[in-house]
């Protein structure tokens, strides 16, 4: 595989065509943002952690049939994946009561939810991603129904084996984004599975593990994505 042109640099990674049209190698970075870019900063040896973390992730959802763009680690910090046709949307699939939920519900944050709710945002900086449901997403074109069910039930089924990895390590599973992508017509997962994107609250203790950490300012934010690494892997 031969690295070429960059043809994207978003906020935590770089994406970069290789000499393969259906291949990109995407590379993870330290910078971190919240509130939509508001802050900025860098959480020290995050892209090597995210990189590992998003590998394991995807590596244990193929063994459990649910396909990604992931195929293979190529160094610390990248990763070679397929090159899809992205859906402009991030699904967000709830467990317990966190960040943008308590004010929208006024339900206190660690609230348990009868069921996994699945929210969608519209990707788009400009808008600062706002909420979005089927008819939106049917009226803007951004997929159909077909894809919708099939992204609820590959988010769903994401879920509930992320929960049951993460239950055997003493974590909790609070929230998660995902985002998908078309390729050859089948609707696959993408981007990354880490941190970054994921509220990780230790069982016992309920203290945060992911990037609520740098977003509130709570300090231990390297430790905390570390933790998690040793925590599925060691
Ligand atoms: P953002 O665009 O939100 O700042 P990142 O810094 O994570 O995000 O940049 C990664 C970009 O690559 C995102 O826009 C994401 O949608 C896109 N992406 C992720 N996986 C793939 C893929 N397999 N094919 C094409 N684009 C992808
Ligand atoms: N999330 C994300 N990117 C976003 C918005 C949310 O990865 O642009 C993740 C976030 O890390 C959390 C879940 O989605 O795990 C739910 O986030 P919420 O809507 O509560 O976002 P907040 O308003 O707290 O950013």
Known sequence: ???????????????????????????FKDDATAGNGAKHGTIDGKGVINNKISAFFFKQLKDRGVKSHFIETVSAREMLVKKLDMIKLEIIVRNIVAGSLVKRLGLPEGTPL????????YKSDELGDPMLNRWHIMALNLATIDEMNQIEHMSLATNTIMRGILKAKNVDLIDFKLEFGRFNGEVLLADEISPDNCRFWDTETHEKLDKDRFRQDLGGVEEAYQEILNRLTM
């Open 1 to 27: 595989m031969i690295k070429g042109n960059q043809l994207y640099e978003g906020k935590a990674k770089v994406v970069y065509e290789t000499d393969n049209p259906d291949e990109l190698l995407v590379y």
């Open 114 to 121: 009868a069921v996994p709710v699945i929210e969608y945002d």
